[in-house]
């Protein structure tokens, strides 16, 4: 045999393995093992940002509001606290989040309504409804879904604006999750080289198609991939928020103050 058929072979060769790698790693991965890199994917310990919200209903008629919020972690948990600064009718409005990890214990959401100078909880039972006239739930606008409160699937591969993704079925667990949270299932395109997901179908209680999150711009700021736009359309309603997030800061050393139950009526300006 000559250099040049061996040469040949190797290759050959090689390339099948390096295949065979590929399958067996696809093969290997589960839905659950998807959703587990998205969650601990670095998103930083924490981050301080600013939002500017769209919403937009089937007539085309415009609301507009501006947020600040702010995020840390507590190891595996994490705090969320925002604020409405735009327009002056919901200015001070605010959004307390705990966000446990696991089902142990229920994450605790607080809404305070300056205008009734009132903190509502969100109970576990209310999480499935809409946050301030949005298509985002209070669900919604935690960071991932809870992972246990679903049965997750693979359901394969799909590529999503040139970028090679995992697609991810998830089915509520039992009829009050599903109750509770307000889908029958839902299907997530993760991308494989990031651990992001950039966009989620949403099917309604009785498995009707119910609307589409998409992330619209995607960017590295600070070493860390930070979605820097997304939109979330209700095509039952034909209602879509959009949101764009500006001025990251990341790693601050938020102090925990900040995030307390207190500061829900003391308002962004009197930090």
């Known amino acids: 045999?000559?250099?040049?058929?061996?040469?040949?072979?190797?290759?050959?060769?090689?390339?099948?393995?390096?295949?065979?790698?590929?399958?067996?790693?696809?093969?290997?991965?589960?839905?659950?093992?998807?959703m587990k890199r998205v969650d601990n994917r670095d998103d930083g310990?924490?981050?301080?940002?600013?939002?500017?919200?769209?919403?937009?209903?089937?007539?085309?008629g415009v609301r507009e509001r501006e947020m600040v919020s702010f995020r840390k972690d507590y190891?595996?948990?994490?705090?969320?606290?925002?604020?409405?600064l735009a327009p002056a009718n919901i200015r001070d409005t605010a959004l307390l989040t705990y966000d446990y990890d696991g089902t142990e214990r229920d994450d605790d959401q607080w809404l305070y309504l300056p205008a009734l100078?009132?903190?509502?909880?969100?109970?576990?039972?209310?999480?499935?409804?809409?946050?301030m006239g949005?298509?985002?739930?209070?669900?919604?606008i935690k960071q991932t879904p809870e992972l246990e409160d679903y049965n997750w699937s693979l359901a394969g591969s799909e590529v999503i604006d040139g970028h090679d993704c995992w697609v991810v079925d998830g089915k509520p667990k039992s009829d009050e999750l599903k109750k509770n949270l307000g889908y029958s299932r839902t299907r997530g395109f993760i991308r494989k080289d990031i651990d992001v997901n950039i966009r989620t179908d949403y099917w309604d209680r009785k498995g009707q198609e119910l609307k589409h999150f998409n992330v619209t711009e995607l960017k590295q700021v600070d070493g860390i991939w930070t979605?820097?736009?997304?939109?979330?359309?209700?095509?039952?309603?034909r209602h879509r928020t959009e949101m764009e997030f500006t001025d990251h800061k990341y790693?601050?050393?938020?102090?925990?103050?900040?995030?307390s139950e207190r500061m829900l009526k003391r308002g962004y300006r009197s930090k």
């Open 1 to 34: 045999m000559n250099l040049g058929k061996l040469a040949l072979i190797i290759f050959t060769l090689s390339i099948l393995t390096g295949m065979g790698a590929v399958l067996s790693y696809s093969e290997e991965m589960t839905g659950l093992d998807v």
């Open 117 to 131: 100078k009132k903190v509502r909880r969100i109970s576990s039972s209310d999480r499935g409804d809409y946050f």
């Open 251 to 259: 790693n601050t050393n938020l102090p925990d103050r900040m995030l």
């Open 227 to 237: 979605a820097t736009a997304m939109v979330m359309e209700n095509v039952q309603t």
């Open 75 to 84: 190891g595996k948990d994490n705090k969320a606290i925002s604020y409405f």
């Open 134 to 140: 949005t298509d985002f739930t209070f669900e919604d």
């Open 45 to 60: 310990d924490d981050l301080t940002q600013k939002i500017y919200q769209k919403l937009i209903d089937r007539r085309g």
